[in-house]
């Protein structure tokens, strides 16, 4: 084990004392002993700010940033902002380290001198249920080391590997090209990592779970979002801003662009049509028209997007069925299907 490269690991923390000191001792109970942990105390309402306080009074490698509030990507930015270590790692709140990440993370990082370490898979904690699911950022076909080709073939054209939490980059990477979370955004990870790799020389994927990831009624993944089509563009421009940083602006790395847009489309289709948009039904099929029918959308060929990959093959014939009648301007069979499966 290498002990001696200092990981920094940076926890946003807003409204979560529930969770939060079950987080906080999954990185101080790791097997790895050279960490700073950085708490950034996002303005939180709740007893959140104590907890944070008491840990840094009883660790002497934690430390406690406290700040108004300005949502996860202004938390995870002023963390970067106080790191001092070789590497880091973002991490939640809410969620669990598995208590050997750090040390598996480093140890492989070390091996070729790796800028990052993507983990696969992670077990997903369902609160209202108590039950646990193993599931996949990406599938182990798609391990790839370079960090251009990743970015195209499994973040963009594939829709996965996202997540920002629970994996390990090189903080010197980030610092040096100034690469910080998007304020004001959902979705920020993606924007994160089309940064981070377009300046990355060297990453390795890896077959292990990092993360026991808490999937919350009330949090934001939960949650119909208003207005994220106009994100949605903006991922669609950053990944298209990606090709063109890094002279990769081929008809075929368009096609991968466009395959992501659209997989972003029919996943929003779904949550505009679905229970959680409290909206009216004329309001729902308003939006719904709106999206669909964006000169954005129309104007990709579907005949030549991607399938995206999703673990289960019912979903996989979802989508395959949606881009059909995207294809053939079916919208209001799609409509219908989107309300369909929103209420499964």
Known sequence: MDNNSLVSIIIPVYNTEKYLPEA??????QTYNNIEIILVNDGALDNSPEICDKYAKNNENIIVIHKPN????????????????????????????VNNAVEVFVNKAKEEDFDAVYPDQYMTFYENTGKSELKFHF???MYINDPKKLALNVIIAQGRAWRASALLY???????????FPLGLTAEDIFFNLQFLSFADKIICLDFISLIYRKRNNSITTT??????????????????F?????????????KCDSLLMRNVCNYLISIMG??????????????????????VTSIDMKKIIIPYFSKKRVV???????KLIAWKCYNCLRILATIVSNF
């Open 224 to 241: 119909y979002r208003p207005g994220f089509f106009q994100t949605i563009l903006k991922i669609d421009d950053a990944a298209r801003e």
């Open 170 to 180: 090189k903080l010197s990477v980030i610092k040096e090209n100034n690469i910080i």
């Open 24 to 29: 906080i001792d999954s990185v101080i109970n």
């Open 70 to 97: 300005g949502g996860l990507s202004s938390a995870r930015n002023a963390g970067i902002e106080k790191a001092t270590g070789e590497y880091i790692i973002f991490f939640d709140s809410d969620d669990i380290l």
């Open 139 to 141: 599938d182990r076909s």
């Open 317 to 323: 014939l979802l989508f395959k069925i949606m881009y």
């Open 243 to 255: 090709l063109t940083f890094n002279k990769l602006n081929t008809t075929e790395n368009n096609v």
């Open 275 to 296: 229970k959680k948009n409290k909206s009216s039904k004329v309001e729902k099929n308003s939006y719904f028209n709106e999206v669909v029918k964006d000169n954005r």
